[in-house]
């Protein structure tokens, strides 16, 4: 067992710095803080144990994992809110993993035929469409492939894409707003616009910022788990674009080839393309892309604890928390290490969602608005968990009219900085900045919006059904890093999607017990408020999402 640790820092300043998954005591803090930061210790401990396997969606490790969520929500007195009167809200779903070694790509050049180098030069994600798919097809060029007629901007003008695989690069142009940023970088908006502009396959091209952000390495690495799909009522993967055979990414060094005969050079793309202005055109080559992979049925739960609302008029109306419960399992070893534990990513997202919700709970006067607690499932596989209870909250869940998410709440030093994504684009900025200054914390602006994290995590699928949502985080504090403390950018950049990511980090005590009370009062002030949050007019989500939520009641 490890023992808090004190540090001293600067002229006599303590800070108490434990291991994440400590459940110590730690001194300075009163008895009710401790309590709560040594259940936060507890719960990490639990979740990110090795024998939990990295609960990968569908795996065992998962279910026990839902179960420890189960009997904390049954001993708060939550109600059951899921299947047949249960906890669990079973999500039916389709696996696919690429059979090593079985991806091939060619190109066919003057005649010539050029074979590409699987990981070196490029790698292919797991396909749904079938289990053995090749495509050959001319190679077209097309930026971004983004259609933003919003923006004036369309990467399919003027080039001829029907029958052709598109060759673009991730994300969208950096000059858009952030939030159609976000919205166009997204894989399934760029799918959309691929199919409609009838290509049949895809090669993505990461751009140097990305691979700054995500290196090459760890791309091959994340290659190796498997992809998941929902499927429908009939058994068929839900998001699937059965149009695209293929779909690989090059890395730096497969790209040149690709641009051999293309009437402008790779590096003249590229900085085109971070003005904004890329170019797009046939790139005189053809190319074979051949995959090989397997499919598996299988179901993994979210699990729903649901806080009835105290007050006949509003409780049919619902604030929903979610913090995803699943991790990556089991991949690929670094150094000697192969489960990928997932205590900040995302056993303290569940853990800080616990405290939440025992603070609502042990509340003697409960909200006015229904609350519902969602530990949710697959959401490493593209968010399919929270997609899925979006799509079928119970109906004693009411209608959400805002979510609550929690994921990756980096707590590694001391801080007071945090970054509320998401509060831009409706009337939850009013709950927020209340909550903040009640408390005395400075709430920054996202530091980075060219990362588009607002729409990488589970709050984007209550975005997509038109609700309201905000994702707490915490800004990191720059400067150097201190010994004994873990900033944000540092787990990022260590730890992040790594076996690494263990209850042995370092969490800090007082700001964790902070974060949750923080979360507790904007969910208390939101389950209270007498008119339930709505989309600021003219917002770039309410106007595409939110028409929908209105019509749905
Ligand atoms: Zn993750």
Redesign the pocket.
């Given at each position: 067992m490890v023992r808090a640790r004190l540090w001293r820092v600067g002229l006599g300043m303590l800070l108490l710095i434990e291991p994440l998954g400590s459940s110590w005591a730690a001194e300075g803090l009163n008895a009710a803080d401790e309590r709560v930061n040594r259940a936060i210790g507890a719960h990490v401990a639990f979740l990110a144990d090795d024998l939990l396997e990295g609960r990968a969606a569908g795996s065992a490790g998962h279910e026990l994992a839902a179960r420890y969520v189960v009997s904390e929500f049954a001993r708060l007195g939550l109600r059951p809110g899921g299947d047949g009167g249960g906890w669990l809200q079973t999500v039916p779903l389709m696996e696919s993993q690429l059979v090593p070694d079985s991806a091939r790509m060619e190109l066919h050049v003057d005649g010539r035929t050029e074979v590409l180098e699987y990981n070196l030069e490029f790698l292919s994600g797991p396909q749904f469409t079938g289990t053995n798919l090749t495509v050959t097809a001319p190679l077209v060029f097309v930026g971004y492939g983004v259609r933003a007629p919003e923006l004036g901007y369309d990467d399919f003008a003027g080039v001829d894409v029907r029958g052709k695989i598109a060759v673009m690069l991730a994300k969208a142009p950096p000059r858009f707003p952030a939030t159609a940023l976000a919205h166009h970088a997204n894989a399934r908006q760029k799918s959309r616009a691929l199919v409609e502009a009838g290509a049949v396959g895809v090669i993505g091209i990461p751009t140097p910022k990305d691979l700054e952000e995500t290196p090459w390495a760890r791309r091959i690495m994340q290659s190796r788990f498997p992809a998941m799909r929902t499927t429908d009522a009939a058994g068929n993967p839900e998001e699937v674009y059965p149009e695209l055979k293929a779909s690989v990414s090059l890395s730096p060094q497969g790209v040149g080839k690709l641009f051999a005969k293309a009437p402008q050079p790779v590096t003249e793309v590229l900085s085109a393309a971070a003005r904004s202005e890329p170019p797009r055109f046939p790139l005189g080559i053809e190319a074979t892309i051949h995959t090989h992979s397997e499919h598996r049925r299988l179901v993994s739960p979210n699990v729903i604890g649901i806080l009835p609302g105290r007050d006949p008029r509003l409780a049919g109306e619902s604030v929903v928390l979610t913090a995803h419960l699943d991790?990556m399992g089991r991949g690929p070893a670094v150094d000697g290490d192969t489960i990928y534990n997932?205590a900040y990513?995302?056993a303290i997202g569940v853990a800080l969602m616990l405290e939440v919700a025992r603070a609502l709970a042990e509340d003697g006067r409960g909200p006015r608005r229904t609350v519902v607690f969602a530990a949710v499932t697959a959401?490493?596989k593209g968010l399919r968990g929270s997609e899925f209870l979006a799509r079928h909250l119970p109906a004693s869940a009411g209608r959400p009219v805002a979510n609550i998410n929690l994921d990756?709440v980096l707590l590694g030093a001391p801080t007071r900085r945090y970054t509320v994504l998401g509060v831009e684009h409706s009337t939850l900025r009013g709950p927020v900045e209340f909550a903040a200054k009640r408390m005395g914390l400075e709430l920054v602006p996202d530091p980075r919006p060219d990362r588009v994290v607002f729409v990488r995590s589970d709050q984007y699928s209550f975005v997509r059904q038109g609700v309201p949502a905000i994702f707490p985080k915490v800004a990191d504090a720059g400067g150097d890093p201190v010994v004994g403390q873990l900033s944000p950018d540092q787990f990022l950049k260590e730890h992040y999607?790594r076996p690494s990511d263990e209850a042995t980090l370092p969490r800090d005590a007082e700001s964790s017990v902070r974060f949750a009370r923080f979360v507790t009062l904007i969910a208390r002030r939101v389950a209270d408020a007498g008119e339930a949050p709505r989309w600021n007019p003219g917002d770039f989500f309410g106007e595409t999402f939110g028409k929908a939520a209105g019509s749905r009641q």
């Open positions: 991790h997932g990513d995302n959401e490493e990756m999607h």
